[in-house]
């Protein structure tokens, strides 16, 4: 069988996934049709937009998949195949269900964001940690989600232009004035009339990377090697399943998918938005990780390569060498994109979750301006640190965010006396990742032995399923009834 039946394998595997796994999701959590939405009940032309179905579910998929899905794969494919395998089931069985129930969670209360979704599932002292935990993650998202497409459209206006002028900060500043713009201006006003022409850019990068490989001679998985190919020998757990988020499964969605579940008219349209969404990124990320497979010859060369340029030089030479110096430019914007739509929604979920922590009416600009531009003074310091560093602690709080909220989808079905395996089984796995991680990291965590640090991780997980089981079932103060 030719290697490149492996990547045409995980692409069906991904749009199967879709319609069986998916239908068996949304039948467990019980749609209800005939439920006004909050697009419906809470109007207010600034967040609670009802829009139509097609724009949701483009502006969720350019929302959810920032700079993750591409770079999270190029150095996930330092450990080889193993990154695909990771990819497609992580998608289906753990990124998709969390997408799913971040939004429809959200559209069952109100458009509420993720904060208010784990309070009401798991308590007020874990909704407390959340409102810390998301604000934090949101903000790293948009530094990092300015500094990665700043620098790509650096490379471009310099080699592809003739424009070295337009310098690395020239683009932070133009980057950073279009967020504050979409942060405060009503949803449908920005967002959701420029999507759709991201929307264009980010379907030719997707499909010209993807037909040129097959065209180009490029030769699929060149290593084809089931065993851990990292050329320094990091461990694959649980690295790869932190280096690997955004495409398989990644917390900063639950902060994303509210935002779309306050413009939804039908709880119908949840699996095509929510789950639908999350497997075009899992196809995104197949992409990207098979070119990083197979466009270098082995993952020495790859390292090699990112090492001398980072992801971002990765994602250049590629485009450019495939498709040409015209589509080349154009999926390398395709690129650009990705971070820039993730960005700008990061800082308005920010806002939105602060308002919310503290009942702040969100209807008058005035009120918009007093928490914006405070977040953005803080994203500008904080722009000026090192990216990597930043990367780092993203990554760390990024898979535990998610980790949280599967907890609060499996305490919702228990307390429903549903199928609750659904989302605990990913929870369970991915606290396992979240703690092993954290103890082994050297720079940022304790850097306790790997071995050490995976027997933890184990005894977390357990612990954390055994407490689920036993304290799931009780009431929470305060969670709404009847939803």
Not at 145 to 165: D, R
Request: with cysteine.
């Amino acid at each position: 069988m030719p290697n490149s039946m492996y990547f045409i394998l995980a692409t069906v595997a991904l749009i199967v996934g879709y319609i069986v796994y998916g239908t068996i999701v949304e039948k467990v959590f019980g749609l209800r049709p005939d439920r006004a939405t909050p697009a419906k009940t809470l109007a207010d032309g600034v967040d609670y937009v009802e829009m139509p179905a097609w724009k949701i579910w483009l502006i969720q998929l350019l929302n959810i998949a920032g700079v993750g899905p591409v770079f999270g794969p190029i150095l996930g494919a330092l450990w080889g195949p193993a990154a695909l395998l990771w990819i497609v089931i992580g998608c289906i069985f753990a990124g998709a269900v969390h997408d799913y129930f971040a939004g429809m969670l959200s559209i069952r209360y109100n458009g509420a964001n993720v904060p208010n979704i784990v309070g009401y599932n798991l308590g007020a002292i874990a909704k407390a940690v959340m409102q810390l935990f998301s604000v934090v993650l949101l903000v790293l998202v948009g530094v990092v989600f300015v500094a990665a497409p700043a620098g790509l459209l650096k490379n471009i206006a310099a080699t592809s232009w003739n424009m070295p002028w337009m310098s690395l900060t020239f683009w932070v500043v133009i980057i950073f004035a279009y967020y504050f713009l979409a942060t405060i201006v009503p949803i449908d006003k920005i967002i959701g009339r420029i999507y759709p022409i991201f929307g264009v850019i980010l379907g030719i990068m997707a499909v010209g990377i993807t037909i040129t490989l097959f065209t180009s001679g490029t030769e699929f998985y060149n290593t084809l090697q089931w065993t851990n190919q990292h050329p320094k020998g990091a461990p694959l757990f649980p690295l790869v399943f932190i280096t690997i988020a955004c495409g398989a499964i990644s917390g900063f969605h639950a902060t994303q998918s509210p935002l779309m579940a306050r413009c939804v008219g039908s709880e119908r349209l949840g699996r095509p938005i929510f789950y639908g969404s999350m497997i075009a990124e899992g196809f995104i990320g197949l992409v990207w990780a098979t070119v990083g497979m197979s466009f270098y010859h082995g993952p020495e060369a790859l390292q090699a390569a990112i090492a001398a340029g980072g992801p971002g030089k990765i994602v250049t030479d590629t485009s450019l060498a495939l498709m040409g110096p015209v589509g080349g430019v154009l999926a390398i914007l395709g690129v650009v994109v990705l971070p820039i739509t993730s960005g700008d929604t990061a800082f308005r979920a920010a806002r939105l979750t602060i308002s919310e922590a503290f009942n702040l009416s969100q209807k008058k600009i005035g009120s918009r301006l007093a928490l914006a531009v405070p977040i953005f003074i803080i994203g500008i310091i904080l722009s000026r640190v090192d990216f990597t560093i930043i990367w780092r602690y993203f990554g760390w709080a990024n898979q535990s965010l998610a980790t949280i909220v599967l907890w609060a989808g499996a305490a919702y079905l228990l307390r429903r006396d549903r199928f609750h395996w659904i989302c605990s089984i990913p929870a369970t796995f991915m606290t396992a990742v979240a703690t092993s991680y954290i103890c082994y990291e050297p720079k940022m965590g304790f850097g306790i032995p790997i071995d050490m640090s995976n027997i933890i991780g184990v005894a977390a997980a357990v612990i954390a399923f055994v407490a689920f089981m036993l304290l799931g079932r009780r009431a929470i103060a305060g969670a709404p009834e009847n939803v």
